[in-house]
């Protein structure tokens, strides 16, 4: 006999080796209580994971993870142990920064959806620009097509050679999140705007000002809604 939702098992009435099962609920527990996952893109096992590590496993997983999509892989001591999960588990996956939850049959990034599929989502993108020449595109921290943005935050890494000032925005718009921005290491802005829409995907821009950029750099990180239409 176990428990409904987690499934630990009971220790039952005269049973003999009792630590045994003891055990074994409290490795379910440390498993599944408060989770975090390392990835839920990695395709093949990890060759040398350490003792208590996680991960979701993503569909076409291969080795010993092969037909285990969506389960929650655990290494414990010499072996994987595999999880499936129910509706309402979340966890935290470490390498994208955030939290996922089991709803209708799959590990959803949502704020809030529908059965069929239909989601909205926060988006923070973010993407540090080696700057030169009058501009720099980003390849990372793109607004996507029927994205809502919110704000741009942006902070100067490194300090800034050949520009006087520069500007954090679009091309067309190029100081819709901030403009006149420091060049000194630390200079720091949110630039703030009322949700906005974009119909293409759209990247954001750093402007030089003042003279072409000859050297620093700049992170940027976008703010935004994403929404998914439904699948069915």
């Known amino acids: ?117 239909g989601a909205i989502r926060l988006v923070a993108l973010e993407q540090e620009l080696t700057l030169t020449g009058a501009f720099v595109d980003a390849t990372t921290a793109v607004i996507a097509d029927r994205m809502i943005v919110l704000a741009v935050a942006s902070r100067t890494t490194q300090a800034i050679t050949g520009a006087t000032s520069y500007s954090v925005g679009v091309a067309g718009n190029t100081s819709q999140f901030g403009g006149s921005l420091g060049i000194a290491l630390g200079s720091n802005n949110i630039g703030v705007i009322g949700p906005t829409a974009f119909y293409a995907n759209t990247p954001i821009r750093v402007t030089a000002a003042g003279g072409n950029f000859t050297a620093g750099r700049v992170r940027v990180v976008l703010y935004a809604l994403a929404f998914t239409a439904p699948t069915a």
């Open 1 to 117: 006999m176990t428990t409904p939702n987690l499934g630990l098992p009971f220790i039952l009435q005269g049973q003999a080796q009792k630590e045994v099962t003891h055990n074994e609920a409290l490795i379910r527990l440390d498993a599944l209580v408060h989770g975090s996952v390392r990835s839920r893109t990695l395709a093949t096992p990890p060759g040398s994971p350490a003792n208590g590590e996680r991960w979701i496993v993503p569909s076409g997983a291969t080795g010993a993870w092969a037909g285990q999509t969506g389960r929650i892989a655990h290494w414990n001591i010499n072996a994987w142990v595999f999880y499936v999960p129910i509706v309402g588990w979340r966890y935290h996956v470490e390498d994208e920064r955030l939290t996922v939850v089991w709803a209708d049959a799959d590990w959803r990034d949502r704020i809030v959806g529908t059965p069929n599929g």
